[in-house]
């Protein structure tokens, strides 16, 4: 099974600050996906990456996916109350979730 | 449906109850997924059926677990003789596609909360 690690495992910030959450694995990705889930509800996809390099944006969120494939970063800019949530990476392998970053955005 | 649903959306068991779950997936998927998500932690995965043929249970904890998808549209979880580490949410995912296309998209229902006293 491969593993995926996500990190910071906590995250609280202010509205209007910028972070950046990773998920790295301990072996190649063929495509990773990136989840959001609010409290009582299942996770919401946001981006699936497949290509090594590649970066992808929407609105205040980049994705980035390692060159390697072995690894992925999200960053938001400016971050805002509703951006709070548990965010998920899955390897799309073999469907496995990472443990999440588990962010608050204070206002 | 306009998504996945699953119900009982809470239920409470006594430890040694049986309990079944459902899920409802979106009309014509094909990937029906069952995963179990513990207080503050990602979602685990259970089990996989490509229509009603079940294709991955290396997933489920112990053989109390019991899934099934006959029809292969409506699914249903059971958990035999509940003991109270099976107290999780319980979630349910379809995609249209089978499992393993790269850039398929799970849609998940809300979960189940079960709670084992």
């Known amino acids: 099974t491969q593993l995926l690690e996500q990190s910071p495992q906590f995250l609280s910030i202010q509205e209007g600050e910028n972070l950046t959450v990773y998920c790295n694995s301990s072996s190649v990705f063929s495509s990773l996906q990136w989840y959001r889930q609010e409290p009582g509800e299942g996770p919401v996809l946001l981006v699936t990456?497949?290509?090594?390099?590649e970066v992808k944006k929407l609105k205040r969120l980049t994705f980035q996916f390692g060159d390697a494939r072995k690894d992925s970063s999200l960053h938001i800019t400016a971050a805002q109350p509703g951006d709070t949530g548990l965010y998920l990476c899955?390897?799309?392998?073999?469907?496995?979730f990472g443990a999440g970053t588990r962010l608050t955005v204070k206002p | 449906g306009a998504g996945v649903s699953q119900s009982p959306r809470y239920k409470v068991a006594k430890r040694g109850q049986d309990v079944a779950l459902r899920c409802d997936p979106i009309s014509g998927h094909v990937s029906l997924f069952w995963y179990q998500q513990a207080l503050g932690q990602g979602p685990e995965f259970l089990t996989y059926?490509?229509?009603?043929?079940?294709?991955?249970k290396s997933g489920l904890p112990s053989d109390r677990f019991f899934a099934e998808r006959p029809e292969g549209s409506v699914s249903t979880l059971k958990i035999q003789r509940t003991q109270q580490e099976d107290s999780a949410v319980y979630l349910c995912a379809s995609s249209p596609s089978p499992w393993g296309t790269p850039t398929d998209t799970q849609y998940f229902g809300p979960g189940t909360r079960l709670t084992v006293l």
């Open positions: 059926f490509q229509n009603e043929a079940q294709l991955d």
């Open positions: 990456v497949v290509t090594g390099g």
């Open positions: 899955e390897n799309n392998n073999d469907m496995r």
